[in-house]
């Protein structure tokens, strides 16, 4: 059975006041390691069924996740899960430290998180002896990555009244956004533009 994650998730993103000095500071947004555990949660159970063959001996495995989540480091992010793997009358736990790719795609103002590798080994027991067939990679069970929100659409109209006794309209929104993966979250940070919107009256006068 194939596991294939369709929905795209939109959540609700902490902000910081400041991300220090540099290009890309004035806006943060962080993606925090346990919204995308409490992700998992919701899923529920992920598991599948698939066939294997040794010599003359065809048969079929199952295998179940065991708390499956990703761990945020700095410039890194990991899958780990435990493996639940049964084959006929033999099973086995093992455990899995897979690879995690995020990146932020302006063009659609998505965070993309990927699985690329989260490799299990399949043994059977086989003429008496524990045998090591070949890795499974669960890769291909989480086809589509998961995706958030980035923050290109956070923008603010503001009014002000001047002392002149006129008013002027500026509005506020995010550019040149990038991405960082920091311990336990992900930060993506921007610049902030901020333009004049110019009001045209419509005449309302009548020939």
Known sequence: MNFHTKTVFICLFSFCSSFGKG???????????????????????????????????E????????KPQIKLHPNKANFETDVKV????????????GIVEICYEP???????????????LNIMALGKERHLWDVDLKKYFETPFTFEGPLTMGTEMVFNLPDGTTKT??????????????????VSAETEFVERKITKISTNKK
């Open 86 to 97: 049964t084959v006929g009358k033999f099973d086995y736990t093992t455990k899995v430290n």
């Open 59 to 66: 048969g079929t495995y199952n295998w179940t996740l065991v």
């Open 23 to 57: 290009q890309n500071a004035d806006l943060i947004v962080a993606l925090k390691e346990s919204t995308l555990n409490k992700m998992f949660a919701a899923i529920g159970e992920i598991k599948g069924t698939s066939t294997y063959s040794f010599m003359l001996i």
């Open 107 to 121: 063009t659609t103002n998505l965070i993309y998180i990927e699985i690329t590798e989260a490799l299990f080994p």
């Open 170 to 187: 500026i509005y506020c929104h995010p550019i040149n956004c990038g991405v960082k993966i920091a311990e336990k979250q992900v930060i």
